[in-house]
Structure formats: structure tokens, C-alpha cells
């Protein structure tokens, strides 16, 4: 591996590290804080979803996949990309 691959993964796992290790208490989500801070203001949304997921599980399966999907063709396209480059060489 070169340096610089190096230098790039040990600033990644810094990023990660560092705030874990001087935030103390539980660690809540952003999307909790977000909804609570807008209904304290007295908002009220305009329109309701056309379909609620059953469940929580089904809700973060949904998720998955669609981080899934985004992934594979992230992927596919830089995969595309890279060959195309390598085969121009």
C-alpha cells in the first residue's frame, strides 16, 4: 500500500475515534433531535405519507436496501471507470 493510502486510513479512523472518545453519555440520534426542536415550535406538516412501514424492522430493511442499491451502482461506475481508464492505457 502506498503512504498516502495509509496516511487517508488512519485520518478516517481518527475521524471515527476521536468523537466516540471525548462524547460522553448516550449518543442519540440526529433525526430525534430534529423532529423534537420542530414540534416544539408548534409546526404542523401538510400532508401525511401515502404509506407508513408496519414496523421498525421493515422501515430499516427499506433503508438497507436502498443503501444497497445506491452502493452497487456507486460501485458499478467506478469499477466502469476504472477499467475503461486501465484499458485506454
Keep these: 500500500m502506498e503512504t498516502k493510502h ?3 486510513l488512519l485520518a ?3 475521524i471515527i ?4 472518545l471525548f ?3 448516550e449518543y ?5 433531535m430534529g423532529t423534537e426542536a420542530v414540534e416544539e415550535t408548534g409546526y404542523h406538516p401538510w400532508f401525511h405519507p401515502i404509506w407508513e412501514p408496519p414496523s421498525g424492522e421493515i422501515e430499516s430493511l ?20 476504472k ?3 486501465e484499458l485506454a492505457q
Design 28 to 32: 442519540e440520534g440526529a433525526d430525534d
Design 62 to 81: 427499506l433503508f438497507a436496501l436502498q443503501a444497497a442499491i445506491g452502493a452497487i451502482i456507486i460501485g458499478y461506475y467506478v469499477g466502469y471507470f
Design 83 to 85: 477499467a475503461k481508464r
Design 12 to 14: 478516517v479512523c481518527l
Design 6 to 8: 495509509i496516511i487517508c
Design 17 to 20: 475515534a476521536i468523537p466516540l
Design 23 to 25: 462524547v460522553k453519555g
